[in-house]
């Protein structure tokens, strides 16, 4: 049996640094729809899903990232919460 | 001793069929591919696909009678050594529809049908093993002793489920179709909450694939079968085309379903919703308080995000909540998990093939095997009868797993939510941390052991 190491500190460290700024996007996002009275995935509250998520395609068992799905549906809030690149 | 006559080709006609596209018939396990797996439902033949048995009206000449049968198709032929009667092989291109078309058009011809395939009954001492040509393909049935369910109890139509769903294809209505394989399930009047009417069509997919597992038709040499196939299935549409509804429009469903009255009794004892939202609802938590005060069991998908979070209403205290399992009885990693899960069920991962006919993996993903219609054709061209054996994944597909547990339950003389929900749980095996998990809640369910502990066939 193969053990996992643990990831080096620079690498944490890096991976830190990309996580942060998603966080933050999934932050603002979930303000941005809750000041619109609208659920996780950017329908009116009380919307009900088959298997309980919009997400999850039971036919392929393939999932769409929740931030790219919101977009999708509400172009602006793309505007509103997705990262820009550094240095910009 | 038979009597076999050869009949004369009839080249040019089998080339012309032949061109026009008339092919022999897919093999049961001919499968293959699409954006989930689908099994041809024409592949699950009941008759011998190449021959067909005619009789000839008394009178008729024996050379007629060979002239008849190499018109209608058929290259040699068998005579009955006790009437006038024979199986005839077809040539090739010619499909058994028309030649028996054909044949029954002829004024000599009596009757003429497909060779049906008789098997012997091998049942062992309490269990039942069905004979839907696919049902072996069902790991999710074997994985839960199903022969053994059956062999305890098998459901009765006094036993209804209602499954709040996308709708089903249980009827011949406008431009939808019922399923084929529903021919002997039982329905009872159902409700569609955007039309307001009986006709509860699916138009999605989803609600026909999950009605599928509780009761589709079994034991009657056709496709799959369903686990609690005696019992009688509620259509209830409440998720539209997207596999999208409301709250509001789940309570109308479910309070439909509870107030539902048949000959002044209240069947429906078991609502499915293989559905659920994010947030909590006052609308459909006290539609649930109805149902379970009226004697009825809710069970409900835990949810796909993957999440620790139980979706809503499967969070609820009184709902049986139900994550899913792969083949391995490792839970799947879509499935939602937290203090409210009760219990898993196969839900299956099209990413895995650790499963098949006998436990060996047979090649193909491991999602849950039932009918539904193609979605795509349904999109693309309008058309709700392209009907095929669809792998699909999900909580959803644990969930009616659970329902058709709880309907059985019932036909077993429990008849309190609470105690059909103590039933499952207290039999249920224990998996992943001992004792209750938040992962895998009381554990996977075990029908038999459910039905045997608290049967009256005991």
Known sequence: MTESKPPAKAARATRGREAAPRDQEAKCLDRWLAERKLDPYGSREGTMYAGGTPLFDERTGRRVDRLEYVYKKHPEARAACAAKPAGR | ?458
Request: hydrophobic share 40%.
């Open chain 2, 1 to 458: 001793m038979h009597r076999t006559i050869r009949l004369l080709a009839w080249p040019a006609l089998a080339a012309v069929l032949a061109l026009a596209g008339h092919r022999p018939p897919l093999k049961a396990d001919e499968v293959y591919r699409v954006a989930s797996i689908r099994v041809p439902e024409r592949g699950f033949r009941a008759y011998q696909p190449d021959n067909v048995i005619v009789q000839f009206k008394d009178g008729v000449r024996d050379r007629d009678a060979e002239d008849m049968m190499r018109e209608a198709g058929g290259r040699r032929a068998r005579r009955s050594s006790f009437g006038f009667r024979y199986l005839v092989n077809l040539d090739d291109g010619f499909a058994i529809a028309g030649v028996l078309e054909r044949f029954r058009t002829m004024p000599g011809v009596d009757y003429a049908e497909t060779n049906g395939i008789v098997r012997a009954f091998q049942q062992r001492v309490g269990y039942f093993t069905p004979a839907d040509p696919f049902y072996k393909s069902q790991w999710h049935f074997l994985m839960l002793d199903a022969e053994r369910t059956w062999g305890i109890q098998k459901g009765d139509p006094s036993v209804v489920v209602a499954v709040l769903d996308s709708g089903i294809a249980f009827e011949d209505f406008g431009k939808f179709r019922k399923a084929p394989d529903f021919g002997s399930t039982v329905f009872v009047k159902g409700f569609n909450v955007f039309t307001s009417d009986e006709h509860a069509n699916d138009d999605n997919f989803h609600g026909t694939h999950v009605a599928s597992t509780v009761a589709e038709s079994t034991d009657n040499n056709v496709g799959v079968a369903g686990l609690a196939f005696g019992c009688a299935l509620m259509p209830v549409k409440v998720l539209d085309s997207e596999g999208v509804g409301s709250f509001f429009d789940v309570a109308e469903g479910m309070d439909y379903a509870t107030n539902f009255t048949q000959n002044g009794q209240h069947p429906v004892k078991v609502i499915n919703l293989s559905l659920g939202g994010d947030t909590a609802s006052n609308t459909m938590r006290q539609a649930v308080d109805r149902a379970v005060g009226a004697g009825i069991t809710v069970v409900a998908a835990a949810g796909n995000d993957s999440a620790g979070k139980i979706s809503f209403p499967a969070a609820l205290s009184n709902v049986i909540a139900v994550g899913a399992v792969d083949g391995r009885k490792v839970k799947a990693p879509y499935s939602n998990f937290g203090p409210e899960l009760s219990v898993v069920a196969p839900g299956g991962d099209l990413r895995r093939d650790d499963t098949g006919p006998d436990g060996v993996p047979d090649g193909r993903p491991d999602g849950v095997l039932q009918q539904t219609f193609d979605p795509d054709t349904a999109a693309n061209q309008g058309r709700y009868d392209d009907f095929h054996y669809f792998f699909v994944v999900g909580t959803s597909q644990a969930t009616p797993h659970v329902a058709a547990v709880a309907a059985l339950l019932y036909r077993q003389g429990i008849t309190q939510p609470a105690a059909v929900k103590a039933a499952i749980e207290s039999t249920a095996e224990d998996l992943g941390a001992p004792g209750r998990d938040d992962m895998y809640g009381h554990g996977l369910i075990r029908p038999a052991l459910a039905l045997r502990g608290y049967g009256l066939n005991e």
